[in-house]
């Protein structure tokens, strides 16, 4: 079996090869640009080609017959039962977080661009609440566990952490796990 061939250095380095490290090539003597000469017609365009430019007209057929065999190849998606996949209601991401859409894109713009996000970190229960709670095993989608054998000054202060610090951490973790399912789909 072929062992595939070292990477070519670029053109402006030569590789010594009983040492096999890079030394890069000196470089020639900067010269002024050529001046036009006023004499000499200038180069003929595509629109009205002369026998001097056969060189730019066949360049420019070519071209032209790449253009058409890779719009023969790849056709343009017109129709949403075939891309499915790829069609996403705006209503569906424009509440998600990292997500950043541009309106008015050019050509060579995005259009959408979406962040990678790392996932909140777990809050900790603090000790002045913990009693209140029967477990510290919870999730974004099951809160921890009220203790009724606690005081009702602990099960309020538990109910309290669990209605905010727990609720904001589950929703920014569900904001953040749908980003993360675009963000593997894009």
Same mark, same amino acid.
């Given at each position: 079996?072929?062992?595939?061939? !070292?990477?070519?250095?670029p053109?402006?380095? *030569?590789?010594? $090869?009983?040492?096999w490290?890079?030394? =890069?090539? +000196?470089?020639? !003597? %900067?010269?002024?640009? =050529? *001046?036009p000469?006023?004499?000499?017609?200038? $180069?003929?365009?595509?629109?009205?080609?002369?026998a001097s430019d056969?060189n730019?007209?066949?360049? +420019?057929?070519? @071209?032209?017959y790449l253009?058409?065999s890779?719009? /023969?190849? /790849?056709? $343009?998606q017109?129709?949403?039962?075939?891309? #499915?996949?790829?069609?996403?209601?705006?209503?569906?991401?424009? /509440?998600l977080?990292?997500? /950043?859409?541009?309106p008015d =894109?050019?050509?060579?713009?995005?259009?959408?661009? &979406?962040?990678?996000?790392?996932?909140?970190?777990?809050p900790?229960?603090?000790?002045?609440?913990? +009693?209140?709670?029967l477990?510290?095993?919870?999730?974004?989608?099951? $809160? =921890?566990? @009220?203790?009724?054998? #606690?005081?009702?000054?602990?099960? *309020?202060e538990? *109910? %309290?952490?669990?209605?905010?610090?727990?609720?904001?951490?589950?929703e920014?973790?569900?904001? &953040?796990?749908?980003?993360?399912?675009?963000?593997?789909?894009t």
């Amino acid at each position: 079996m072929n062992e595939p061939s !070292p990477p070519r250095p670029p053109a402006e380095q *030569r590789v010594d $090869p009983s040492v096999w490290t890079v030394q =890069p090539q +000196a470089s020639p !003597p %900067a010269t002024p640009p =050529p *001046r036009p000469n006023p004499e000499v017609p200038p $180069p003929g365009n595509l629109n009205n080609p002369s026998a001097s430019d056969e060189n730019l007209t066949n360049t +420019a057929a070519i @071209l032209d017959y790449l253009r058409e065999s890779y719009s /023969h190849s /790849h056709p $343009p998606q017109r129709s949403l039962e075939k891309s #499915a996949a790829l069609y996403i209601p705006k209503s569906k991401i424009s /509440h998600l977080v990292g997500v /950043h859409q541009h309106p008015d =894109p050019s050509d060579d713009e995005l259009w959408l661009t &979406v962040d990678f996000l790392d996932l909140p970190p777990k809050p900790k229960i603090p000790t002045t609440v913990r +009693a209140g709670i029967l477990s510290a095993d919870f999730n974004e989608k099951t $809160p =921890p566990s @009220l203790n009724t054998t #606690a005081l009702p000054q602990e099960m *309020r202060e538990a *109910r %309290a952490w669990i209605d905010t610090k727990w609720k904001e951490w589950s929703e920014r973790t569900k904001q &953040v796990e749908s980003t993360q399912k675009l963000y593997q789909m894009t």
